[in-house]
């Protein structure tokens, strides 16, 4: 395996090297060399003059609709209105000043001291009181509503937050209203999850009832049985942050609601339009970083899913989107995603630069069709390894990161289950036979011997073969000009939708495999299509290929075997056909993505992986 590896890597290297080498990437190195600098300084200064327009706008738009008289003084005044409630015995609560001085007598008048958030682990209370610095209450009250809220299955309680008038060069068309009565979670134009601030821009009612929210702004008190029990206030480098994400994991917990009574007023500037509605916008590393962390939970609070149905999200290898459906991977991800929707599961496939993408974090399992890259784990989020390919680059880490591990050959099955604590099982690659199947003759791509591959900047071993056993085969893929006759190329690429042609018109189809996927039986995903399109294939050997295909896959050793192998099979057509035709119904008894998806969806609920956490 060491040495199969140092070969990749030199292959690698040898491509970069030639890459590098062209006319056209030596001038865009040059031209990024010399213009880098100077874009990040323009980028930086876009980026600045466009939150300055903003903040324009938003002192316009307020200018146009600021309220009139005082809606601040209105709604402490109706707060004293409200019957009396006692303030909570002293050594009971404790308040915590979060992002700023613990100075909580001039900005938190409260009966109980006020201490810093690095002093929390000190603190002996059954309460605690978390309030953000510029957060202060409308009306003395404030504490004793809180904390009189809490009980039953209610272990946290947030105030209404209110703006406060702000100097016109600051204001904003909500000042003296309503900035968050909690925060409801809704799914975002981008298909994940986002969090906006309910009643956002109303006037202040604090007279309205209590309402459930599963996150709140500037301020919290929490029971500290269940604060401990969540796993205590975790920094996020944003007290809102820290704040939300305590939330979302006190709802496993128990329950927390809004009190309007207990109203405050959040000083903290805004500086976007964006903010008023979503004080995490959702292209700010705020929303980021709560749907990596609670991606699946806030999916399930904003839409919640049908009973029985999961949503998952399949990561294949392609690059992008631009380039996605040139990548086998691609469609195998599209085929499993289309089994699985049959069986009533909503799906998400998408390409490697959107691994991390709000829409997939939201999905209850992540299923990552591994090839070149791998992708990080979401807490809150069952997420599973497919590994078809390339067994060399998984590291055992990235194994101990999933729940659990299914993988395209016996033979790296059990070497990884020495490797890693994660369950691993065998799933093999499998065919689309809606896609794959016989299909008439086409004399575009009438040959005695087809190859359908990309070089990868390397003669692949079967090409290389077929030529020193005297064959000349019609190539399809990318990258030959520079090792076989020209004239042997029939084109650079082939649509998926166009192989079951290209399969069925040959007389004989010539597989391989990469030196790893060989050492260690990985079975090509070309050899499932192949044959479900009824047509005769030649492969290099790979342990496992028997098990699989019985005898319906003929394997060679040699040029010289080869040269027999497709003499064989082109002497005498319908054997060759009718041994195919064996491997086809072998292929969908067994191997199509209708079976992979059921063998999925089992495996997720043996390793208690379906549910909802």
């Known amino acids: 395996m060491a040495e199969a590896l140092r070969r990749r890597v030199r292959a690698q290297a040898a491509a970069d090297r030639a890459l590098r080498a062209r006319p056209a990437v030596r001038a865009a190195i040059a031209l990024d060399r010399r213009a880098g600098p100077a874009l990040d300084r323009l980028a930086t200064r876009g980026r600045a003059l466009a939150e300055m327009a903003d903040r324009v706008r938003l002192a316009v738009a307020a200018a146009r609709v600021r309220p009139g008289g005082d809606p601040l003084g209105r709604a402490a005044a109706a707060i004293a209105r409200l019957p009396a409630v006692a303030d909570p015995p002293p050594g009971r609560v404790a308040i915590v000043r979060l992002g700023g001085p613990a100075d909580g007598d001039r900005d938190v008048p409260a009966p109980v001291p006020v201490v810093a958030r690095d002093a929390l682990g000190e603190v002996d209370a059954a309460l605690l009181c978390l309030v953000a610095a510029g957060v202060a209450p409308l009306h003395p009250s404030w504490l004793a509503r809180l904390a009189g809220a809490l009980g039953g299955d209610v272990v946290a309680a947030a105030p209404l937050l209110l703006h406060p008038r702000r100097p016109r060069s600051a204001a904003t068309p909500h000042d003296g209203r309503v900035r968050s009565y909690g925060l409801d979670v809704v799914v975002a134009p981008d298909g994940g999850p986002a969090l906006r601030a309910h009643a956002a821009g109303e006037p202040p009612d604090v007279a309205r009832p209590p309402r459930r929210a599963p ?112 990548w086998g991977d691609w469609h195998l991800a599209e085929a499993l995603g289309r089994a699985l929707r049959r069986r009533g599961h909503g799906v998400r496939v998408q390409t490697a630069d959107l691994a991390d993408s709000p829409a997939g974090r939201g999905c209850d399992v992540h299923v990552v069709v ?30 101990d990161e999933a729940d659990l591990v299914l993988v395209a050959s016996e033979r790296f099955a059990a070497e990884l289950r020495e490797r890693t604590r994660t369950p ?18 086409d004399a575009a791509h009438a040959h005695d011997v087809t190859v359908v591959a990309k070089t990868r900047d390397v003669l692949r071993p079967v090409v290389a073969d077929a030529l020193a056993a005297g064959i000349r085969p019609a190539i399809y893929g990318s990258g030959w000009d520079r090792f076989v006759d020209r004239s042997l190329v029939v084109a650079d690429h082939v649509p998926n939708e166009l192989l079951p042609a290209v399969y069925s018109s040959a007389g004989v189809v010539l597989n391989d495999h990469w030196d790893t996927m060989r050492e260690w039986g990985f079975v090509s995903n070309r050899l499932f299509d192949v044959l479900a399109c009824g047509a005769p294939v030649v492969s290099d050997d790979v342990p496992g290929i028997d098990d699989v295909f019985g005898d319906t896959v003929p394997r060679y ?34 191997h199509t993505f209708d079976h992979r998806a059921a063998q999925l969806l089992d495996a997720l609920a043996r390793h208690g992986l379906a549910g909802t956490p």
């Open 557 to 590: 050793r040699d040029p010289a075997e080869l040269r027999a192998l497709v003499a064989a099979d082109l002497d005498a057509p319908e054997r060759a056909r009718a041994r195919a035709a064996r491997g086809r119904a072998i292929v969908l008894g067994a």
């Open 370 to 399: 591994r090839g070149l890259e791998p992708a990080r784990a979401t807490p809150g989020q069952a997420h599973v390894l497919w590994v078809i390919s390339h067994p060399e680059l998984v590291s055992d880490a990235e194994c």
């Open 215 to 326: 996150v709140a702004l500037g301020c919290l008190a929490v029971a500290r049985d269940a604060f401990d029990a969540a796993g205590g206030l975790r920094s996020l480098g944003d007290p809102d942050l820290d704040l939300a994400d305590l939330g979302l994991r006190l709802a496993a917990h128990g329950g927390l609601v809004v009190v309007p009574a207990a109203a405050m007023v959040d000083q903290r500037p805004v500086r976007r339009r964006a903010a008023l509605v979503a004080p995490f916008p959702d292209d700010s590393r705020g929303r980021r970083e709560l749907v990596a962390r609670h991606g699946a939970a806030l999916m399930r609070r904003a839409a919640p899913a049908r009973a029985g149905e999961l949503r998952l999200a399949l990561t294949c290898s392609a690059p992008s989107a631009k380039v996605a459906r040139r």
């Open 424 to 441: 691993v099982e065998v799933m093999l690659q499998a065919t689309d036979p809606e896609r794959f199947r016989p299909v008439a003759r």
